[in-house]
């Protein structure tokens, strides 16, 4: 029987070498592979090119390996709650790659289904498509890296010409994810928000390792219930429904 589970995150996330790439669960805070990530930010490994919508708060999620100095590069849609991210990123220590969020959506879900490239029109008309965000500043504030110009085509959609641009699906060495619940043979189910970016990032990867909360017996999972099939995941490793989970911004509903 094909069994992916491991003992502990330390012992699934071992071989990531320096210099990875990593595709990683997550929005806002909701659905953080968090302790995978602790195993990370233990073992050292540094280097890293990181995808994920955001990179979580200066203590929690990816803040951690990045306030670490962990992450070389982020490509990202949203990078506006950490403070340490906007230090890093405009005195030139960390390079952006940001990217609007359906579009890095697919550009995960592509990469993992085998498709190099999609057309989308989002982007068009701006430095998106005609390229000259700044990737990487320079110390004194000039920029270093600023995004290509990338290629765009018209096409008839809806029965009238729109010009299109070309997006490059992403691939990475490893994903890390978290599942509310899976099985042995990598079968994952999430719960509600949590399902976000985690099943785009694990189709992304070669190598996909879950935290999951439940480890169930393979055939327990409902064939209807599964959001993940066991191919795209690879390691399997049960942290329990106790583990921590923080809310990203906390906000009340006032009384009439």
């Known amino acids: 029987m094909i069994d992916k589970q491991f003992a502990t995150a330390a012992e699934a996330v071992a071989d990531i070498p320096d210099g990875a790439s990593l595709a990683v669960g997550g929005f806002g805070l909701s659905g953080n592979p968090m302790i995978l990530i602790e195993a990370l930010l233990a073992q050292g490994t540094t280097g890293l090119s990181v995808v994920s919508n955001n990179c979580g708060v200066d203590d929690w999620g990816l803040g951690v390996l990045l306030g670490a100095q962990r992450i070389r590069k982020m490509t990202s849609s949203y990078v506006g709650e950490n403070k340490e991210f906007e230090r890093q990123f405009l005195e030139g220590d960390l390079e952006l790659e940001l990217t609007p ?96 970016f985690n099943p785009l990032a694990a189709m992304a990867g070669r190598v996909c390792i879950a935290q999951v909360e439940q480890l169930v017996e393979p055939g327990e999972l409902p064939p209807d219930a599964v959001h993940l099939p066991g191919v795209f995941v690879h390691r399997v490793v049960e942290v329990g429904s106790g583990i921590e989970k923080r809310i990203e911004r906390r906000t009340v509903k006032g009384g009439n």
Not at 134 to 155: L, Q
Not at 162 to 189: M, P, Q, W
């Open 101 to 196: 969020q359906g579009t890095l959506a697919e550009k995960l879900r592509a990469g993992g289904s085998g498709i190099a490239a999609f057309y989308t029109q989002t982007g068009v008309g701006t430095q998106v498509a005609e390229g000259g965000l700044p990737r990487r500043y320079n110390a004194d504030g000039t920029i270093a890296v600023a995004s290509p110009v990338k290629e765009t085509r018209t096409f008839d959609f809806h029965g009238q010409p729109r010009e299109f641009v070309l997006e490059e699906s992403i691939t990475t060495d490893f994903a890390l994810v978290h599942a509310l619940k899976g099985d042995r043979h990598g079968n994952l189910v999430f719960n509600m928000a949590a399902r976000n």
